[in-house]
């Protein structure tokens, strides 16, 4: 019964928002076959919950991802 | 001094949303009020921090619960 | 298919330990009552997660908990 | 290599909406030195995140803290 | 720069422990793996803890995993 | 009524052990401060959980930070 939380930043996907629904899809299908495969865990009681956070309100290096992306491009 | 945090499926509310305020004010009451009973913890600083997550960002059985939702319906 | 997550600090228990089994086994079963009762969560799928905190890693009012313990008896 | 969440309520800024950009950038700059000055951790490798939660969503004292905020003001 | 959380009970270890050192790193490789192919991550900017939870303080389906596990047995 | 939580790894302490008990004092009250700086959150009901992790159970970079530290030693 295993629980996983994933953490993106929520970017990457059109118009500047997050992943696609396609790609969440990817996501909690590929950790719950891991843990199947690692730990034989049982697919119907693994949890997967994805939060998408908005780059302002990640900081990485003591700056905002914002911040950061902003240089970069 | 607890801290609780509980997450739900953003769902079972009109149009598409998640609980009610008054649902949500039964959750809080409810579990503050458990941690009281078991554990003699005081209410005054008891937190509980309610988080609603989209139906496409959460998975269980290798699958969104969008999609499963989607064949139950 | 609710997620809780419980934090309490490690005490209150029998030489310095945190919440029995049947003070755990109590906090699980109420909370996930709770869920059934308002929300109509299946209790299958809901998850509760207990975390028992040391005092000394536990901060409130800008000092540890071990201090507020040791100021209080 | 430390993880930090930061959950505040979702208000102080204008219309009812949550932190400033500029205050998050504070506290994520503020928190980084804190782990730099006290812990030796690199910066590059710190990681922050913040959670704005809604006053619905957020209980202390048994009640939401959009409630406790109407009997204030 | 994601985050990742999994947790599992601590349990298919030797002895009654948890996860082999072995069996974590597979999962550190794997799940760094498939946000990189996913949503093309940043390895070196990928943080995954694992946190390893007693039988006693998680609970399904209002029980306690340690009680599940004795009616199995 | 913030919370915070801050994960590192443990070490750093004599023995292989975590940070001390006056470095997490140190951080208590540095985020405590921080929030009432900022935000004006007030100290008495902003709460701190400090984990410490241990180095088998923390990936970056898809290792191990045990692994990562004995390449540099």
């Given amino acids: 019964m295993p629980y996983v939380n994933i953490k993106v930043t929520q970017e990457g996907g059109l118009n500047g928002v997050g992943p696609s629904a396609e790609e969440k ?3 909690i299908a590929g950790v719950t076959d891991l ?13 997967v919950v994805i939060d998408e956070v908005p ?7 003591a700056r905002q991802v914002s911040t950061i992306r902003a240089e970069q491009s």
Wanted: net charge neutral; aromatic share 8%.
């Fill in 35 to 47: 843990l199947s495969r690692v730990l034989h865990k049982n697919p119907a009681t693994t949890f």
């Fill in 55 to 61: 780059l302002e309100n990640w900081g990485m290096d």
């Fill in 25 to 27: 899809a990817q996501l």
